[in-house]
């Protein structure tokens, strides 16, 4: 499975950004595409995920009512929409794969990763 992030930038606090994920290879058709985080100095961190087949979706609790996640079933992509974005959400930004049917938050049973996307938030 190969995974290109995009979408990443430079955006006032308040500000909106939409990063995509697109998915290639064989993905199969159970799977969760999720999204993490990663500041500096900090540990790598769950923000969102879809599972694919049924489309449920897990928050973390610091981006609840601001981010959203969706897919694109024909495209084998996924997005997020960040909305109301503040500069602790500055971090570089990870799609990942893990197969599994239903929602995954941990990091370590994710098996593919893509290759990061920066996001900074100015205050």
């Known amino acids: 499975v190969q995974l290109q992030a995009s979408g990443g930038g430079l955006v006032q606090a308040g500000g909106s950004l939409r990063l995509s994920c697109a998915a290639s290879?064989?993905?199969?058709?159970?799977?969760?595409l999720g999204w993490f985080r990663q500041a500096p100095g900090k540990e790598r961190e769950f923000v969102a995920t879809i599972a694919w087949s049924a489309g449920d979706t897990i928050y973390a609790d610091p981006v609840k009512g601001r981010f959203t996640i969706s897919r694109d079933n024909a495209k084998s992509a996924t997005y997020l929409q960040m909305n109301d974005l503040k500069p602790e959400d500055t971090a570089v930004y990870y799609c990942a794969w893990t197969a599994y049917h239903i929602p995954i938050t941990r990091t370590e049973l994710y098996r593919h990763w893509g290759q990061g996307t920066q996001v900074t938030v100015s205050s």
């Open positions: 290879g064989r993905t199969g058709r159970t799977f969760n």
